[in-house]
C-alpha cells in the first residue's frame, strides 16, 4: 500500500465512531492502571490539579482531566468492546463503575513506592475496591460488581514511562537509569502477580514510547545526539531495553501462572512509525507541540502549560501528532488504537474482542 493509500485509509478510520467496527455484544468489565497516557480524570479528581481548556476540546467539548485535545487510547479501546469511557476511581461524584474503574493518575510512576500514586498503591485501591463490592453487595446492594466479575475483568497496565523520563530530567545519567530497569520490571511483576492472585486472568500490558520523540524532551536537553528522525537516540535506546525487559516478563508471566493471557503491546513500535511517516499519514511537524509556546522547531516551554497564561494553540482543523509535548492528540491516538487492534503489535496477536465476554 503507498504512501497516499495509507493517508486516506485513516483518514476514513478516524471519521468513523470506533465502536461501529466491533461486534462486542457483551462488553467486559475493565480496570485500567497507567499514568497520563490513560489518566480519564484522577488526577484532578484526587488533587483538584486544573486541567483547563483546551484540554478536550476535540471530542468532549470540554476538559474532562484528560491531557489531550479529546480521547485517549484507552478510550478508544473502550469503545471498540462497545462499553462506556471509564471512569477515574477517585472521582466520588457522577462516576459510574458497571464496566469498570481507572485507577490510572497523571504523573505516576512503579517507583518508589508506596508513594501517591505509584503502581503498587494503585494495585491497592484495587484491592480496596473489590473488596467494598464484596460487602456492598452482601448488604443487599445490587448495582456493584459480583466477585465472578473481577475474575472475567480485562486488566491493562500501560506504566513505565516517568521512570524512565523523569530519571532524565533529574539529571540521572544513561547508566544509572538503565540500572533502574530491573527494579521497574520487578513492581510490573509484582502488580501482576498481585491482581492474579485476586482472580484477575487477563492482562493487556503496553510498552513505553520513543520517549526521545517528545517536543518535551527535545526542547529541554541540549547538545545530545539525534537520530535519523530528529529524536534524542540515548533516550529511545533505554526505552527500548525497558521495552526488551517488559517483554521478556510477560513471556514468562505466561509461563509462570495458570490459566492466564498476558498479551504484551508494541506502543513503541506504533508511534515510531507514526513520527517517521508522519506525512504519510496526514499529520505535520511531529515533533512540534500543538498546544504550547516558544514556536518552531518544538514549540514547547516548560514556563508555559497548555491551557495556562500564555499558551498557544493551533486550529482544529489542522492534524499535529503531539498535544502539548508529552501528550497525543486524539487524532494521533485515534491512529494508535486503530493500529493495537490490528493485532499486528500484539504478542500474543490476540484480537482485543477476545475479551468480550
Given at each position: 500500500?503507498?504512501?497516499?493509500?495509507?493517508?486516506?485509509f485513516?483518514?476514513f478510520?478516524?471519521?468513523l465512531?470506533i465502536s461501529?467496527?466491533?461486534?462486542c455484544?457483551?462488553?467486559?468489565?475493565?480496570?485500567?492502571?497507567?499514568?497520563?497516557?490513560?489518566?480519564?480524570?484522577?488526577l484532578v479528581?484526587?488533587?483538584?490539579?486544573?486541567v483547563?481548556l483546551?484540554?478536550?476540546?476535540a471530542?468532549?467539548?470540554?476538559?474532562?482531566?484528560?491531557?489531550?485535545?479529546?480521547?485517549?487510547?484507552?478510550?478508544?479501546?473502550?469503545?471498540?468492546?462497545?462499553?462506556s469511557l471509564?471512569s477515574?476511581?477517585?472521582?466520588?461524584?457522577g462516576s459510574?463503575?458497571?464496566n469498570?474503574?481507572?485507577?490510572?493518575?497523571?504523573?505516576s510512576?512503579?517507583?518508589?513506592?508506596?508513594?501517591?500514586f505509584?503502581?503498587n498503591?494503585?494495585?491497592?485501591?484495587?484491592t480496596?475496591?473489590?473488596?467494598?463490592?464484596a460487602?456492598?453487595l452482601?448488604a443487599?446492594?445490587?448495582?456493584v460488581?459480583g466477585?465472578d466479575r473481577?475474575?472475567d475483568?480485562?486488566?491493562?497496565?500501560?506504566i513505565?514511562?516517568?521512570?524512565?523520563?523523569?530519571?532524565?530530567?533529574?539529571?540521572?545519567s544513561?547508566v544509572?537509569v538503565?540500572?533502574?530497569?530491573?527494579s521497574?520490571?520487578?513492581?510490573?511483576?509484582?502488580?501482576?502477580?498481585?491482581?492474579?492472585d485476586?482472580?484477575?486472568?487477563?492482562?493487556?500490558?503496553?510498552?513505553?514510547g520513543?520517549?526521545g520523540?517528545?517536543?518535551?524532551?527535545l526542547?529541554l536537553?541540549?547538545?545530545d545526539?539525534l537520530?535519523?528522525f530528529?529524536?534524542?537516540?540515548?533516550y529511545?535506546?533505554?526505552?527500548?531495553?525497558?521495552?526488551?525487559?517488559?517483554r521478556?516478563?510477560?513471556q514468562?508471566?505466561?509461563?509462570?501462572?495458570?490459566?492466564?493471557?498476558?498479551?504484551?503491546?508494541?506502543i513503541y513500535?506504533?508511534?515510531?512509525d507514526?513520527?517517521?511517516n508522519?506525512s504519510?499519514y496526514?499529520?505535520s511537524?511531529?515533533l512540534m507541540?500543538?498546544?504550547?509556546?516558544?514556536?518552531?522547531?518544538?514549540n514547547?516551554?516548560?514556563?508555559?502549560?497548555c491551557?495556562?497564561?500564555?499558551?498557544q494553540?493551533?486550529?482544529?482543523?489542522?492534524?499535529?501528532?503531539s498535544?502539548?509535548g508529552?501528550?497525543?492528540?486524539?487524532?494521533?491516538?485515534?491512529l494508535?488504537?486503530?493500529?493495537?487492534l490490528?493485532?499486528?503489535?500484539?504478542?500474543?496477536?490476540?484480537n482485543?474482542?477476545?475479551?468480550?465476554q
Amino acid at each position: 500500500m503507498n504512501h497516499c493509500c495509507i493517508a486516506i485509509f485513516y483518514f476514513f478510520f478516524l471519521l468513523l465512531p470506533i465502536s461501529l467496527l466491533s461486534h462486542c455484544t457483551r462488553p467486559p468489565i475493565i480496570f485500567n492502571f497507567g499514568d497520563s497516557n490513560s489518566d480519564t480524570g484522577g488526577l484532578v479528581a484526587a488533587l483538584g490539579f486544573p486541567v483547563n481548556l483546551p484540554n478536550g476540546r476535540a471530542f468532549f467539548a470540554k476538559s474532562t482531566g484528560r491531557l489531550s485535545d479529546g480521547r485517549l487510547i484507552i478510550d478508544f479501546l473502550c469503545q471498540s468492546l462497545n462499553t462506556s469511557l471509564l471512569s477515574p476511581y477517585l472521582d466520588s461524584l457522577g462516576s459510574n463503575f458497571s464496566n469498570g474503574a481507572n485507577f490510572a493518575i497523571a504523573g505516576s510512576c512503579t517507583l518508589p513506592k508506596n508513594v501517591p500514586f505509584a503502581l503498587n498503591i494503585q494495585v491497592k485501591q484495587f484491592t480496596h475496591f473489590k473488596a467494598r463490592s464484596a460487602e456492598l453487595l452482601d448488604a443487599g446492594i445490587n448495582s456493584v460488581l459480583g466477585n465472578d466479575r473481577f475474575s472475567d475483568a480485562l486488566y491493562i497496565i500501560d506504566i513505565g514511562q516517568n521512570d524512565l523520563a523523569d530519571s532524565f530530567t533529574k539529571g540521572l545519567s544513561y547508566v544509572q537509569v538503565f540500572n533502574k530497569i530491573p527494579s521497574v520490571l520487578a513492581e510490573i511483576e509484582n502488580s501482576v502477580k498481585e491482581l492474579y492472585d485476586q482472580g484477575g486472568r487477563k492482562f493487556w500490558v503496553h510498552n513505553t514510547g520513543p520517549l526521545g520523540c517528545l517536543p518535551q524532551k527535545l526542547a529541554l536537553v541540549q547538545n545530545d545526539s539525534l537520530d535519523s528522525f530528529g529524536c534524542i537516540s540515548s533516550y529511545n535506546e533505554v526505552a527500548q531495553l525497558f521495552n526488551e525487559g517488559l517483554r521478556k516478563l510477560c513471556q514468562e508471566l505466561r509461563s509462570d501462572m495458570k490459566d492466564v493471557s498476558v498479551v504484551y503491546v508494541d506502543i513503541y513500535s506504533i508511534k515510531l512509525d507514526i513520527i517517521a511517516n508522519s506525512s504519510a499519514y496526514g499529520f505535520s511537524s511531529p515533533l512540534m507541540t500543538c498546544c504550547g509556546s516558544g514556536g518552531p522547531p518544538y514549540n514547547y516551554d516548560k514556563r508555559v502549560s497548555c491551557g495556562f497564561t500564555g499558551y498557544q494553540v493551533c486550529d482544529q482543523q489542522s492534524r499535529f501528532v503531539s498535544w502539548d509535548g508529552v501528550h497525543y492528540t486524539e487524532a494521533a491516538n485515534a491512529l494508535i488504537a486503530s493500529k493495537i487492534l490490528s493485532t499486528d503489535y500484539s504478542t500474543p496477536n490476540l484480537n482485543f474482542e477476545f475479551f468480550c465476554q
